[in-house]
T-cell receptor, first 112, second 109 residues
Framework: DTAVSQTPKYLVTQMGNDKSIKCEQNLGHDTMYWYKQDSKKFLKIMFSYNNKELIINETVPNRFSPKSPDKAHLNLHINSLELGDSAVYFC???????????FGEGSRLTVL | RKEVEQDPGPFNVPEGATVAFNCTYSNSASQSFFWYRQDCRKEPKLLMSVYSSGNEDGRFTAQLNRASQYISLLIRDSKLSDSATYLCVVANSASKIIFGSGTRLSIRP
């Protein structure tokens, strides 16, 4: 059983479209995250949720909207996609806010 | 100044060599420290946590120097399978987990 699963793994879309990436963890963790890894391989935190409450919201355009329906799920919706949004988006979870992070396999988004 | 800084490498060393990476962090209130490993086109995975007293796991040794605000990773008797990007990770008092940009290691036969 995959511990942190995210879908889709690959997403190719046109500029201006709206898309969502879903994430689910079956580890019973209370904290979930979205990270963005750009072409230079730098992993940057975007959002963090603890028990469905937003605790970290980095300087991310408001076109990005996370949603946590329950503590096992954290989805990412992106409006009006831009070329610069092309990256790999990783979902992760941990028990507590500074515990070991378990990552999903990543969702590679390409905006044309 | 970046919150977590690493030498990007690449480090290209022969099999069997010993290699060391350093990482510096800017927030003196940082509380937890880790090394993660990321293989090409894969997700990062925890390699080891870093404790104040230093810790060892097989061929891997991690050290923390709070006074100078750096952590290190030493790999002894390197194997081909050690080729990867090594990410320094720091968690601060606001529960924010920050990744360094990673150090690429390539082990040659």
């Amino acid at each position: 059983d995959t511990a942190v699963s995210q879908t889709p793994k690959y997403l190719v879309t046109q500029m201006g479209n709206d898309k969502s990436i879903k994430c689910e963890q079956n580890l019973g963790h209370d904290t979930m995250y979205w990270y963005k890894q750009d072409s230079k391989k730098f992993l940057k935190i975007m959002f963090s949720y603890n028990n469905k409450e937003l605790i970290i919201n980095e300087t991310v355009p408001n076109r990005f909207s996370p949603k946590s329906p329950d503590k096992a799920h954290l989805n990412l919706h992106i409006n009006s996609l831009e070329l610069g949004d092309s990256a790999v988006y990783f979902c992760a979870s941990s028990q507590g806010a500074a515990g070991e992070l378990f990552f999903g396999e990543g969702s590679r988004l390409t905006v044309l | 100044r970046k919150e977590v800084e690493q030498d990007p490498g690449p480090f290209n060393v022969p099999e069997g060599a010993t290699v060391a990476f350093n990482c510096t962090y800017s927030n003196s209130a940082s509380q937890s420290f880790f090394w993660y490993r990321q293989d090409c086109r894969k997700e990062p995975k925890l390699l080891m946590s870093v404790y104040s007293s230093g810790n060892e796991d097989g061929r891997f040794t991690a050290q923390l120097n709070r006074a100078s605000q750096y952590i290190s990773l030493l790999i002894r008797d390197s194997k081909l399978s050690d080729s990867a990007t090594y990410l320094c990770v720091v968690a601060n008092s606001a529960s924010k987990i920050i990744f360094g940009s990673g150090t690429r290691l390539s082990i040659r036969p």
